[in-house]
């Protein structure tokens, strides 16, 4: 029978910037090729993505299939690198996408994008070309490389032995935290320090306008140098008709100059790589205007083109902004405690365990717990939260440091929120290039290459467009034939057409909305990585809820301990107490808790052993006995034996009033049962009832609970439907076919979610600020643990799709009305006016979401 393997991909490619990667493909490609593996593909896993192996063990041993992974990782970081960041020197969506083409070229260069904010994605072959190389070819293509969010050197060694998890045997479940719940499978740990740079270069004052020989606003100069030549070449010609005419001619030329030198350079650029963009129908109607002695017309059409090229740049500069605040958050120093002294060091300097004074109103600078004080704190810079949270040290600093993840949110703290009125002293957990904030950062900094549905579409159009509009001039210059005109009428006419038909505000139209989207999300504390999953949320039909943590507090509490026979109440909770204090799953948390507060005398006991048993319970051993916790199904399944009559009856009782239960047993004997209530979210029902408003048609609650207490749960919060019993692998089938019948997005935790949540058309992570594993895993992160971002995140999505179908109606509506219009005699000068004018109008229709509010933010 194979065996699996599941290792952990950040820690075998520490460079990926993520599990969609080529580098992921080329890593399963070569554990596929091995002799022995019989299949290799990607999870979601407790600790992010893996590679789960399928092998054969009588051929290969444990121990060679994680070696050979290991190297094979290796092999990979080796020969690939990526570079990704934020470059300075893109003009506009049209000079992106030139330059992105240009990169491509590049010996080495195996994917290239570049989007119109200038944010950077290059994968290369290190056999061909350097990280050192790449730079200087952005230089040379007028780009500076400003923050970069990726190591791209390649690993000194091997790297630390990959987390591995093998199934030895079908019941067996590689940790003791995926258990118990129902809607659990995984581990609820989260993977710390995998080896890779998060880390931005922050703050570093540039400005994000293109350069130039006059500085960064070149172009928007020699737009306004031309625009002056040309209005004093024409009120010469037009009112001084004494002086000399070669003045206005030299200024005209001037004007041409000036309102084509960045034109021309990408022309060339692209017609040397055999591409007709829009700047090449430009010039060449420009040219033609000149040929006809139409020199004020031609030097209008270069000066507007221009003019609306530096405007757009401007105006797209507002989005970037808005998303550059965040890097801007994290403070540059840090007061760190060294014995007895307070000393001030660069934040890059803290190291995870250093104690840092934060004093009244200043910004945190780490991620960390607080250790000491009291105060408020205000969030709202990562998680979007209005109102500051209460801050309270963590009880226990040790099982803390142990366990970070486990710390509860009132003692968490986040690099770039402000501290209120007391001083709190905070112990860090991550290093400033892996906190929170930064990683937010640098996924919506690759975020905006991930382009939409409709952008993809767009591009493809333009492709065959040009070419198509290239043809109807050539075939109009040859109207005269026909037509009873002069040569000079059709030539003009033809070149006015070329105006006319070029699509610059299609071009435009979807990467601006997308880009204000995606920064008015982040703004707001939710984080949506790319276009793709902006526009799908809009366009959902159905959400599917997990039902513990996302509708429910997260926070079961025991309402009902029944033991049986012999065994008192206090006897049935210091066995479980005992068994459940090795475990850090919620139900779990709940009894030790509970359980704890209920006993008379404090629980002396300690079990040993522990194994869990994937979504159904677990076992360990106390004072020689075997103990069995777990869900009513985990017995009289897989060889354990079934449940008695009267342990029956009274799971069918507690099931009825709708309780989450956990059967305890000692050996062969049922000790008891013990019930657990989650609490429903006090917004949920708001949140549910705005959704629909919003015109979610179908909402469902899936659950590992039985279907009674699934039913009870939903009942609350009022959803109509609810689907219990469901193991994890169960979740994702139920998924698949909710997707079968429409759009549908998966609402959960980011982590034992994972799995049907990757299956949903968006996942949506809730509660991710601090998870690793939820940012990773999710399409769309609700950075707050609140319910009520969902309504405004569909909302917000909603809005974007519809402005980006205004975009595309106005700018495919301003040539479906020009061409016809400047074939019947439209000239230049108006037809070039109202193409600059609809440029423009979609770029600041697209920024209309940067101010967009939600309904409960309008209200």
């Keep these: 029978m194979p065996k699996t393997l599941r290792l952990n991909i950040p820690v075998l490619l520490p460079h990926a910037p993520d599990a969609q990667d080529g580098c992921v493909g080329r890593l399963i490609a070569l554990m596929q090729a091995e002799a022995g593996v019989s299949e290799a593909h990607l999870v979601e896993g407790a600790d992010g993505a893996e590679l789960c192996i399928h092998y054969d063990p009588d051929l290969l041993s444990l121990a060679q299939v994680r070696r050979r992974a290991r190297q094979a990782g290796a092999e990979v970081s080796e020969r690939f690198g990526h570079l990704t960041g934020r470059v300075d020197g893109v003009r506009h969506a049209r000079h992106a996408r030139t330059l992105a083409v240009a990169l491509g070229e590049e010996a080495g260069i195996i994917e290239a994008a570049l989007d119109p904010a200038g944010a950077l994605r290059l994968e290369f072959d290190r056999r061909a070309t350097s990280r050192e190389r790449l730079v200087e070819r952005l230089a040379s293509l007028g780009l500076k490389l400003t923050a970069t969010s990726a190591v791209a050197s390649p690993p000194a060694a091997v790297g630390p032995a990959p987390q591995a998890v093998p199934d030895v045997a079908p019941q067996a479940a590689p940790d003791a935290a995926s258990r118990h719940d129902p809607e659990d499978g995984h581990d609820h740990g989260h993977a710390e320090g995998d080896g890779h740079d998060h880390g931005h270069s922050e703050g570093d004052g540039h400005d994000h306008s293109h350069g130039g020989v006059l500085g960064p606003n070149t172009e928007l100069i020699f737009a306004v140098g031309s625009g002056v030549a040309l209005t004093v070449g024409w009120l010469i010609e037009k009112f001084v008709p004494a002086l000399p005419e070669v003045l206005p001619f030299a200024l005209f030329l001037i004007a041409y100059a000036l309102g084509g030198w960045f034109t021309v350079g990408e022309a060339i650029g692209n017609l040397r790589r055999?591409?007709?963009?829009?700047?090449?129908?430009?010039?060449?109607?420009?040219?033609?205007?000149?040929?006809?002695?139409?020199?004020?017309?031609?030097?209008?059409?270069?000066?507007?083109?221009?003019?609306?090229?530096?405007?757009?740049?401007?105006?797209?500069?507002?989005?970037?902004?808005?998303?550059?605040?965040?890097?801007?958050?994290?403070?540059?120093?840090?007061?760190?405690?060294?014995?007895d002294q307070v000393v001030e060091l660069p934040v890059e300097q803290l190291e995870i365990g250093d104690l840092v004074v934060v004093r009244p109103n200043e910004r945190l600078p780490a991620d960390g717990f607080v250790i000491k004080g009291t105060s408020s704190v205000n969030q709202a810079p990562v998680t979007g939260e209005?109102?500051?949270?209460?801050?309270?040290?963590?009880?226990?600093?040790?099982?803390?440091?142990?366990?970070?993840?486990?710390?509860?949110?009132?003692?968490?703290?986040?690099?770039?929120?402000?501290?209120?009125?007391?001083?709190?002293?905070?112990?860090?957990?991550?290093?400033?290039?892996?906190t929170t904030l930064a990683k937010v950062v640098r996924m919506v900094s690759e975020a905006e290459t991930q382009k939409s549905p409709t952008q993809r579409f767009t591009d493809r159009f333009e492709r065959v467009f040009v070419p198509l509009v290239l043809g109807l001039a050539f075939v109009l210059l040859f109207a005269w034939v026909v037509v009873d005109e002069p040569f000079r009428d059709s030539f003009y006419r033809a070149m006015a057409v070329l105006v006319a038909a070029s699509p610059c505000a299609l071009a435009i139209a979807t990467p601006s909305a997308v880009l204000s989207g995606v920064a008015r999300a982040a703004r707001a504390g939710v984080l949506v990585k790319g276009g793709a999953p902006l526009e799908n949320l809009g366009a959902l039909d159905a959400i599917a809820f997990?039902?513990?943590?996302?509708?429910?507090?997260?926070?079961?509490?025991?309402?009902?301990?029944?033991?049986?026979?012999?065994?008192?109440?206090?006897?049935?909770?210091?066995?479980?107490?005992?068994?459940?204090?090795?475990?850090?799953?919620?139900?779990?948390?709940?009894?030790?808790?509970?359980?704890?507060?209920?006993?008379?005398?404090?629980?002396?006991?300690?079990?040993?052993?522990?194994?869990?048993?994937?979504?159904?319970?677990?076992?360990?051993?106390?004072?020689?006995?075997?103990?069995?916790?777990?869900?009513?199904?985990?017995?009289?399944?897989?060889?354990?034996?079934?449940?008695?009559?009267?342990?029956?009856?009274?799971?069918a009782a507690l099931r009825n009033e709708g309780r989450t239960l956990m059967v305890v047993r000692q050996g062969n004997k049922d000790l008891g049962i013990i019930g657990l209530l989650d609490t429903p979210r006090s917004k949920a029902r708001e949140t549910l009832t705005a959704l629909r408003a919003l015109g979610i048609r179908r909402m469902i609650m899936i659950s590992g609970d039985h279907q009674k207490a699934a039913q009870a749960v939903a009942g609350q919060v009022g959803l109509t439907e609810a689907w219990g019993d469901l193991m994890p692998e169960d979740k994702v089938e139920a998924i698949k076919k909710l997707r079968a019948e429409a759009k549908v997005a998966m609402v959960g935790d980011g982590v034992n979610d994972a799995p049907a949540m990757a299956t949903a058309t968006v996942g949506v992570a809730m509660g991710a600020a601090g998870s690793d594993v939820a940012l990773e895993t999710a399409d769309v992160a609700l950075m707050a643990d609140d319910l009520s971002k969902l309504p405004f995140t569909v909302g917000l999505s909603r809005q974007t799709r519809r402005i980006i179908r205004q975009n595309l109606f106005v700018s495919l509506g301003v040539v479906a009305f020009l061409v016809p219009a400047t074939i019947f005699g439209l000239g230049i000068g108006p037809a070039v006016a109202l193409h600059e004018g609809s440029t423009l109008l979609v770029v600041f229709n697209a920024l209309r979401l940067l101010a967009w509010r939600g309904p409960r933010e309008a209200a």
Excluded: C
């Design 546 to 651: 997990d039902k513990t943590g996302t509708l429910t507090e997260g926070k079961p509490r025991i309402t009902d301990v029944v033991p049986f026979g012999q065994t008192t109440e206090d006897e049935l909770l210091k066995i479980a107490v005992a068994v459940e204090r090795l475990s850090d799953h919620p139900l779990a948390e709940a009894i030790v808790r509970d359980g704890s507060q209920r006993l008379a005398t404090a629980p002396a006991r300690t079990a040993t052993d522990l194994r869990s048993l994937t979504g159904k319970g677990v076992t360990a051993r106390l004072e020689g006995e075997e103990i069995w916790i777990g869900k009513p199904e985990m017995f009289g399944a897989d060889g354990i034996a079934p449940l008695g009559p009267d342990t029956e009856i009274a799971v």
């Design 386 to 434: 209005s109102i500051p949270v209460d801050k309270q040290p963590v009880t226990d600093a040790e099982e803390a440091r142990a366990r970070p993840a486990s710390v509860v949110a009132s003692s968490v703290v986040f690099a770039g929120t402000i501290n209120g009125g007391g001083a709190i002293e905070i112990e860090t957990t991550r290093r400033s290039n892996d």
């Design 274 to 339: 055999k591409r007709f963009e829009i700047d090449t129908l430009m010039l060449v109607a420009a040219a033609g205007a000149a040929a006809l002695g139409a020199w004020a017309e031609g030097a209008l059409l270069l000066f507007l083109f221009s003019l609306g090229h530096a405007l757009e740049h401007y105006a797209l500069g507002r989005a970037k902004k808005a998303i550059e605040a965040l890097a801007a958050l994290a403070p540059r120093t840090a007061h760190v405690r060294r014995g």
